[in-house]
C-alpha cells in the first residue's frame, strides 16, 4: 500500500514562501498522479494543486483559482517526493496541507492520504 509523509509546514508572515515535501512509499510512484489538498478550520477540504503520473510528458498540473500564480506542484520521481512551494502566502492559506496521491483501479490500489501539516499565516 502507499503511505504519504508530509513536512514543511509552519508559521510564516503574509507575503512569505513555504515549501511542503511529500515522500511517498509504496508501489511505483510515477504510475501515481498526486495532490495537495487543504481544509481550514470550519471549511471543507479542497485541493490546491493536483500534478499527473511521473511519465506523462507536458504541463500536467492544475491549480485552485485562489492560488494560481503563487503555488507550483513538482515532483522528483528519482526521490519518489511530491513538493508545493506557496509563495505570496495569505492570511487565508492559512490550514492544514494534506498529500494526496490518486487511487490506481487498473492494479487494485486505493487512493492514499498524509497525515497532513500545518501551514499558519499571520503576522
Known amino acids: 500500500q502507499v503511505q504519504l509523509v508530509e513536512s514543511g509546514g509552519g508559521l510564516v508572515q503574509p507575503g512569505g514562501s513555504l515549501r511542503l515535501s511529500c515522500e511517498y512509499s509504496?508501489?511505483?510512484?510515477?504510475?501515481?498522479?498526486m495532490g495537495w489538498y487543504r481544509q481550514a478550520p470550519g471549511k471543507q477540504r479542497e485541493m490546491v494543486a493536483h500534478?499527473?503520473?511521473?511519465?506523462?510528458?507536458?504541463?500536467?498540473?492544475n491549480y485552485a483559482d485562489s492560488v494560481k500564480g503563487r503555488f507550483t506542484i513538482s515532483r522528483d520521481n528519482a526521490k519518489n517526493t511530491v513538493y508545493l512551494q506557496m509563495n505570496n502566502l495569505r492570511p487565508d492559506d492559512t490550514a492544514v496541507y494534506y498529500c494526496?496521491?490518486?487511487?490506481?483501479?487498473?492494479?487494485?490500489?486505493?487512493?492514499?492520504w498524509g497525515q497532513g501539516t500545518l501551514v499558519t499565516v499571520s503576522a
Open positions: 500534478i499527473g503520473r511521473g511519465f506523462t510528458n507536458g504541463d500536467n498540473t
Open positions: 494526496h496521491a490518486d487511487a490506481r483501479p487498473w492494479d487494485g490500489i486505493p487512493d492514499a
Open positions: 509504496g508501489s511505483m510512484f510515477m504510475m501515481n498522479a
